[in-house]
């Protein structure tokens, strides 16, 4: 069993920045692929940013070059920066550990925190 827990989340301005974390704990030993999706109002629950422990990472077409992800493998701990925060970005953020690249998504959920980018 793996426990993911979220935070950073709030309210900010368009333009401004948020910086989410991610801890893991529990039988971390088989969490190889962690990743940050994101969920708005109405619709479809997306992958926004991804990494494994041997650092591939995965951006979103929507998010290349504002988000940046990292991982802290002491720590197991991954990271979301978020930059140029657009109200479009409004959306419950939720972490996901999983043991491949392949199984993320279908791994351990986090409870989500929310982001609030106002105009």
């Known amino acids: 069993q793996v426990h993911a827990v979220e935070s950073g989340g709030g309210l900010v301005q368009a333009g401004g920045s948020l910086r989410l974390s991610c801890a893991a704990s529990g039988s971390i030993f088989s969490i190889n692929a962690m990743g940050w999706y994101r969920q708005a109002p109405g619709k479809q629950r997306e992958l926004v940013a991804a990494i494994t422990s041997s650092g591939s990472i995965n951006y979103a077409d929507s998010v290349k070059g504002r988000f940046t992800i990292s991982r802290d493998n002491a720590k197991n701990t991954v990271y979301l920066q978020m930059n140029s925060l657009k109200p479009e970005d409004t959306a419950v953020y939720y972490c996901?550990?999983?043991?491949?690249?392949?199984?993320?998504?279908?791994?351990?959920w986090g409870q989500g925190t929310q982001v609030t980018v106002s105009s």
């Open positions: 996901n550990a999983a043991p491949t690249w392949g199984t993320l998504g279908d791994g351990y």
